[in-house]
């Protein structure tokens, strides 16, 4: 309040008063309705602060939390599952692009055998595969996961992967150990924010803390989270969003099996005329005084039981409240599921009702989703990549003399993701046909979609036309365009005798794509 105000406050309260409330009227009115305090936001309270000072006291409660569900919430896995199946899957297969062919298979084949577990883990029980759904499931959780790049003895090549939890993290160190860094939540970082190394609180077999912290270069540490703001130093349970609704749909089934348990229940109530007398137990049916004794008396399916004279049975039969609990569940699911980025589909595989158009176009839509992480993991698994083929050439298993005046070439790589079975394989494969012949799509495209190298795949198919040929079997050919490129591509001289002859060749017209027959 201003001198005025007071003034006025001093000389009519109640002018004061209506000044005040009119204002803020007025204020409310030029504001935007989400930020107004009125009485329906009268309880949201709210502060700006940085990413870290609102993560840190929270960080842990729902760490915890999240990994309660993990144990005990078939909805919760039900999310991570999905991105399990789908970010890695069965895995993904390398294609080395070093321009040398002889050194691109040597790679390659050295690349599937230390993806093994003992020589890509330290610990040697988990293959690399294994390690990425590791990875995808605990950033889910937790938050994220550290990967420690160690140089050890044995193996493939002296070079292996450590999975290190973000709770071994040394959060109550506080020293740096390069001057002008300070260390945060375990983590030092410099000026610009930077991470320059990692605090690891140590542990001897039993599960009790060294005192004194392990630190590691962030060179040879990967953390594998989601950064959501620049002040963010430190990771978040992904499942963040959606842990309360989870919760409420657990405690909600919970409470309606209970419900429906009571509901099963059936009891019978003995009205008695006379009133019960005499004393002492007896082995007949009837007591001392003549009437049914009908103590240690139950329900059996077919039962039937004799009355005393005059005594009448009441049912107890609990009916169950006609809720419809199905649709209540599937919101709730859909919901979940929204709030990871999935679709109703993929986290309750529950496909009732779906089309194959609507089931396409959720698929298409998680897949953007699931883009995200694989863009996130396909990091991890190139860096992991580069490390294993230096210690390679370090070691002399790769002979490539000059490897660090090219090394950048040398690195080159892609990585060729398992592909997903089809929905309905023969409107794919008319697709694929279309856009083929169209130029939409390469027969390169169309191989990476299929997990598949394009060389290979020609290949393949080479190999096969070629064995036909030997054993007297026409296999047909591979033809990408029509019409008239096609028949001249079948009918052209010196390639074969007759359309449909299995040593034909050649490039084909309107597709833009090789022929497969290269026999």
């Not at 144990?71 to 297969?93: C, E």
């Not at 790049?149 to 193996?155: A, E, L, S």
């Not at 030092?188 to 320059?196: F, S, T, W």
């Not at 008396?297 to 409240?321: F, H, N, Q, R, Y």
């Amino acid at each position: 309040m201003g001198w005025l105000d007071n003034t006025i406050a001093a000389v009519s309260p109640r002018w004061a008063y209506e000044r005040t409330m009119w204002r803020q009227a007025y204020e409310e009115v030029r504001s935007y309705d989400a930020a107004s305090s009125s009485r329906v936001n009268a309880g949201w309270r709210v502060v700006n602060e940085s990413a870290e000072l609102t993560d840190r006291y929270s960080r842990d409660v729902v760490r915890a939390r999240a990994r309660d569900l993990e144990r005990n919430s078939d909805i919760a896995q039900s999310v991570v599952h999905a991105y399990k199946r789908n970010v890695v899957g069965r895995g993904y297969t390398l294609r080395a692009m070093t321009g040398d062919d002889s050194l691109d298979n040597q790679i390659e084949r050295a690349w599937k055998r230390w993806c093994k577990a003992r020589n890509c883990d330290v610990t040697g029980e988990q293959s690399f595969n294994s390690i990425l759904r590791m990875m995808v499931e605990r950033k889910k959780y937790d938050g994220g996961i550290l990967i420690h790049f160690c140089y050890t003895p044995g193996g493939l090549v002296p070079f292996k992967l450590q999975c290190l939890e973000v709770d071994e993290l040394d959060i109550t160190h506080s020293s740096p150990r390069y001057r002008g860094n300070r260390v945060v939540g375990g983590i030092e970082y410099n000026q610009y924010r930077r991470p320059v190394g990692y605090w690891f609180r140590q542990y001897d077999l039993d599960g009790y803390q060294v005192m004194d912290p392990m630190f590691i270069e962030a060179k040879n540490i990967f953390f594998y989270k989601n950064k959501h703001r620049p002040s963010q130093l430190r990771e978040m349970s992904d499942l963040t969003p959606t842990i309360t609704r989870v919760r409420d749909t657990n405690e909600f089934i919970t409470a309606v099996a209970i419900k429906e348990r009571i509901a099963a229940l059936v009891g019978l109530v003995i009205k008695k005329t006379l009133p019960t007398g005499g004393t002492g137990r007896s082995a007949s049916s009837r007591g001392p005084d003549g009437q049914v004794d009908y103590s240690a008396k139950k329900m059996t399916p077919g039962m039937i039981l004799e009355l005393g004279a005059g005594d009448d049975v009441e049912v107890v039969d609990p009916k169950s409240a006609a809720t419809d609990a199905t649709a209540f569940l599937k919101t709730q699911q859909g919901l979940i599921g929204s709030g990871q980025g999935l679709s109703y589909e993929a986290v309750s595989r529950d496909m009732n009702g779906a089309t194959y158009s609507s089931a396409r176009q959720n698929a298409q839509e998680d897949e953007n989703t699931y883009t995200e992480e694989i863009e996130l993991l396909t990091a991890f698994m190139s860096e992991a990549y580069e490390h294993f083929v230096i210690s390679g050439c370090l070691t002399g298993l790769f002979a490539v003399p000059d490897f660090w005046k090219r090394k950048e070439e040398y690195l080159s790589h892609a990585w060729i993701k398992t592909p997903k079975k089809w929905i309905d394989p023969v409107k794919e494969a008319n697709a694929d046909r279309i856009a083929l012949q169209s130029g939409q799509k390469t027969f390169q495209d169309l191989c990476a979609e299929r997990g598949k190298d394009w060389k290979e795949a020609v290949s393949e198919i080479s190999e096969v036309l070629k064995y036909g040929r030997e054993v007297g079997v026409d296999m047909g050919g591979v033809i990408f365009g029509t019409g008239a490129a096609a028949a001249a591509q079948q009918g052209s001289p010196g390639v074969g005798k007759k359309p449909g002859n299995p040593e034909h060749g050649g490039n084909s017209g309107q597709g833009g794509g090789k022929s497969g027959s290269t026999g």
